[in-house]
């Protein structure tokens, strides 16, 4: 991509959508040319390149080998928390591995079609076990290591899969996380059962498998033969990816071959601006939707080298680490969230760290995952000198909706904004009666129909949720579930979630699931959790808890009790350590528990006496209880609303 200007990009993809898409289809290698860019014929359902054929795995590894490219460094993996552990993997290394666990695979059964749940720390086996399913048109899954045996056997028992790839542990800076108690409780919990299990056992914390069950990583891949690429059609699912919905039920957001290929390799020229041969660090986990489209998928398909980082931006050992290993792997650009970058300023907050290292090959910064506080990235630039890209992207999209396209044009950072829409992001604010709002007015942040390629093209086995969830309430138009602004010079700028979920450290989690587990205490009558601000991760969870009457344990041991229910049950992502016992919770009257205002009050913010209150002295308690807490400091009521 050449510099130049991103205004004829951007309205040439909204105004010839499917030539703008063409000619990007033309940098990816497809078996069989595609029958039409868009299939439009069913609203608001949308399918891209229907009749096209390719293998994206051929496409991010055996594709850069067979051009000549089979020496280049496909993965640098770096593990400060195994000791300083490194490993350079070439593409030719990279394919013959892909190849032989694509054989692993393929011998227990797994076919096109099928699913392999992936439960992996950030090892480069987690790269190689998705890009083996896309090798063999199987349909991965991949499951973050922080979540519980039993979030786990929620999604095993909503995609079925008929294998599973898991390591013996993962590792924490302060603990070793043994996977493999997690995995086989999880298969108990689950109602369907995988036939096998791939195990890479890890020195750390070797487990013991399960005869008739459980394959050993590397004596499988000792004997395996390699597989060959299978064609798949390119509206046939790649992975499924599970995110916070509003209840327990997390969504199976469904990412297909082919729109995503070409999306991805565009996104790496124009915004990314990265070219084959750079080295890309996208510091996040192959279990968010950033590792699957940025450590993974994305740079792969650009021939570039990508990092893959086990380990923290502080404690690991120190907040210099992130400049350490730009430094020693010559890293271009690196993607992280912005609490990753509070918590670096919080220990080294003049950036002295910096100094110690060469960042001469380093160019950009790109921050998301959560709203980019002006404060964190003005430091950001102050210390880093270099571009800092704020860019707003869910996992339901797969790639950045807004962004600043530094590969064709760098336009000028209002901090707080994600800049302008991305090709074929038509982003708009709307007011509740469906249109647009005034530019600089605040609405619902929704995109209009059909979304560009790589996009979610429906929920995993449930379309209905997908229309209800996303593209029932404005018609023509799918709902981010972000509120925001666009202002008067086009730039996106996105303020809160207008719905249950939270953002805890760049990690996406649901209160109204951590209610559910509140809710089956034997002691708890009612509950609410929100979100309350938290200077490191941005949010944290906080819950509320009414009791039954008669309730003889203490306040405290029911707050105890919870709080390890949560990690139990949810996690230790969900970061679950604070909840408070209250008499009532304040409600509507038609019985709306009021967790906005709950909020407000919580973060010391200006709230409004919703009118629709039952009874406003609640609201008084509320605050009583949280300022022993530290909330709830400068009580501040606007009047009626
Ligand atoms: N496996 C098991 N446990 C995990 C885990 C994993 N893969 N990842 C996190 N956890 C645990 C942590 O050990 C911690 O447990 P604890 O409560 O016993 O200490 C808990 O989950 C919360 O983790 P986290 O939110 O990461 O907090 P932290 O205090 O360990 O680290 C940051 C804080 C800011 C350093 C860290 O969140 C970070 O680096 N964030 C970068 C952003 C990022 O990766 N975002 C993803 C999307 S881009
Ligand atoms: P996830 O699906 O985990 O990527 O989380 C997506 C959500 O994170 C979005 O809907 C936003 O609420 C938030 N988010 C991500 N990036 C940004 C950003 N750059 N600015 C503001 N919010 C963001």
């Avoid at 601006?273 to 192959?286: C, I, L, R």
């Avoid at 940025?294 to 380990?311: D, H, K, N, S």
């Avoid at 009580?635 to 609303?641: E, F, I, L, N």
């Amino acid at each position: 991509m050449t510099q130049g200007t991103y205004a004829p990009i951007y309205v040439a993809s909204l105004a010839d959508r499917d030539g703008f898409w063409a000619a990007r289809a033309a940098d990816i290698a497809w078996t069989r040319r595609w029958d039409k860019v868009c299939d439009d014929a069913r609203p608001p359902f949308y399918r891209w390149f229907p009749g096209g054929e390719l293998n994206t795995c051929f496409n991010a590894v055996d594709r850069h080998v067979e051009a000549g490219h089979g020496d280049r460094l496909a993965i640098v993996y770096d593990s400060p928390v195994t000791g300083g552990t490194i490993e350079r993997i070439t593409y030719r290394e990279l394919q013959d591995r892909v190849a032989r666990f694509a054989g692993v695979l393929a011998g227990l059964g797994v076919g096109r079609g099928d699913r392999v749940i992936v439960y992996m720390p950030m090892v480069p086996e987690a790269a190689i076990a998705m890009l083996a399913c896309a090798r063999i048109g199987a349909v991965h899954s991949v499951v973050f290591g922080g979540f519980a045996a039993n979030e786990l056997a929620v999604r095993i028992d909503d995609c079925k899969p008929k294998a599973i790839v898991s390591a013996s542990c993962g590792i924490e800076p302060n603990r070793v996380v043994a996977y493999k108690p997690l995995l086989d409780a999880a298969i108990a919990i689950a109602a369907h059962k995988p036939s096998s299990c791939v195990v890479l056992q890890r020195p750390q914390h070797p487990c013991t498998l399960v005869a008739g069950r459980d394959v050993d990583w590397s004596e499988a891949m000792a004997k395996a033969a390699p597989a060959a690429c299978v064609p798949v059609a390119a509206t046939d699912p790649l992975y499924i990816l599970y995110t916070s919905g509003t209840t327990g039920q997390p969504k199976g957001v469904v990412r297909d071959n082919g729109g995503h290929a070409v999306a991805l390799k565009h996104s790496m020229s124009l915004l990314y601006d990265m070219k084959p041969g750079e080295v890309f660090w996208a510091a996040s986990d192959v279990g968010w939707v950033v590792g699957h489209s940025y450590i993974v998928y994305g740079p792969l398909l650009q021939g570039c080298t990508t990092l893959m980082y086990e380990g923290k931006p502080v404690g690991t050992p120190d907040a210099g680490a992130f400049w350490r290993v730009i430094s020693q792997h010559g890293v271009k650009a690196l993607f992280t969230a912005p609490t990753a970058f509070r918590a670096i300023k919080r220990e080294d907050p003049e950036g002295l760290l910096v100094g110690r290292h060469d960042l001469s090959c380093f160019k950009a910064l790109f921050l998301a995952g959560e709203r980019c506080d002006p404060d964190t990235l003005l430091w950001a630039q102050r210390i880093l000198k270099v571009p800092v890209v704020d860019h707003w992207w869910q996992t339901e999209t797969g790639h950045a909706i807004a962004g600043n396209p530094i590969g064709v044009e760098a336009f000028p950072v209002k901090p707080g904004s994600a800049t302008k829409p991305m090709p074929g992001w038509d982003v708009q604010a709307l007011g509740a009666d469906g249109h647009p709002v005034p530019a600089g007015q605040i609405g619902s942040i929704c995109c209009r129909l059909p979304l560009p390629p790589g996009t979610l093209p429906t929920l995993w086995n449930a379309e209905d949720r997908f229309f209800r969830s996303y593209l029932e309430e404005f018609p023509g138009w799918y709902k981010t579930g972000d509120a925001g602004m666009v202002d008067a010079d086009g730039y996106v700028h996105i303020m809160t979630r207008v719905d249950d979920v939270i953002n805890v450290a760049g990690h996406r989690l649901s209160t109204g699931q951590m209610e559910e587990v509140l809710a089956s205490h034997p002691d708890v009558a009612e509950c609410a959790v929100v979100g309350v601000g938290d200077d490191l991760k941005g949010q944290v969870p906080l819950g509320f808890l009414v009791l039954k009457a008669g309730v003889k344990s203490s306040d405290e041991k029911v707050v105890a009790d919870v709080v390890r229910m949560v990690r139990d049950t949810i996690g230790p992502v969900a970061f679950f350590k604070q909840a408070l016992v209250v008499k009532r919770l304040p409600k509507t009257r038609s019985g709306k528990i009021l967790r906005g205002t709950m909020q407000k009050i919580a973060d010391s913010e200006a709230w409004k006496l919703p009118a629709t209150i039952d009874d406003p002295a609640i609201l008084d308690e509320i605050s009583e209880a949280l300022r022993p807490l530290g909330y709830a400091k400068a009580p501040s009521m606007t009047g009626g609303s």
